[in-house]
T-cell receptor, first 118, second 113 residues
């Protein structure tokens, strides 16, 4: 596909369980971002990957959250011991060449994964 | 200093009217300001973006006005249409170091037919 894809689209889990959310960026995009969007709010930054490495993980709320991008393409956001407060839409975005000319600064967002923790 | 303040929270406009959404930022290191449109159940999609070296950018019915000294920028939607009904987010980022977006809280626009 041409855009950023995320799976699953919806995830319902119970408090205390472990979940994995997957993001497939646009092919060739070196940068990948995870954001979290709570109801009625703007997206909030979680983590940024440049290639395989996490260049900025300052937005991860605590050590229950972890993300990987082992081959510099697909990324997985992992949440341990889920809490009801983790319920939100988790958005993934990718960009071609951050820091370059304006057209390559654009972040393209996927449709998100709606996580509900019961 | 990382906040981006957006207003109004919601906006109702008649078809054919002008929709205006305002944002203000504090961090003078921000140098990239995109606007995103989001429909229910969808991810945000880029509408238009500006850098602080220009005061205005127009693409079709959408215009960004930028006031660097006031640290404010706004989105104008001319000839608003019912299909424009969506939530709009402004954002700000730096084009060096980390490139994370700081988003405003969103404006829910409803254009009446």
């Amino acid at each position: 596909g041409a855009g950023v894809s995320q799976t699953p689209s919806n995830k319902v889990t119970e408090k205390g369980k472990y979940v994995e959310l997957r993001c497939d960026p646009i092919s060739g995009h070196t940068a990948l971002y995870w954001y979290r969007q709570s109801l009625g709010q703007g997206p909030e930054f979680l983590i940024y990957f440049q290639g395989t490495g996490a260049a900025d993980d300052s937005g991860l709320p605590n050590d229950r959250f972890f993300a990987v991008r082992p081959e510099g393409s697909v990324s997985t956001l992992k949440i341990q011991r889920t809490e009801r407060g983790d319920s939100a839409v988790y958005l993934c975005a990718s960009s071609l060449n951050p820091g370059g000319i304006m057209s390559t600064d654009t972040q393209y967002f996927g449709p998100g994964t709606r996580l509900t923790v019961l | 200093q990382q906040q981006v303040k957006q207003s109004p929270q919601s906006l109702i406009v008649q078809k054919g009217g002008i929709s205006i959404i305002n944002c203000a930022y504090e961090n003078t290191a921000f140098d990239y300001f995109p606007w995103y449109q989001q429909f229910p159940g969808k991810g945000p999609a880029l509408l238009i973006a500006i850098r602080p070296d220009v005061s205005e950018k127009k693409e079709g019915r959408f215009t960004i006005s930028f006031n660097k000294s006031a640290k404010q920028f706004s989105l104008h939607i001319m000839d608003s249409q019912p299909g424009d009904s969506a939530t709009y987010f402004c954002a700000a980022s730096k084009t060096s170091g980390t490139y994370k977006y700081i988003f405003g809280t969103g404006t829910r626009l409803k254009v009446l037919a």
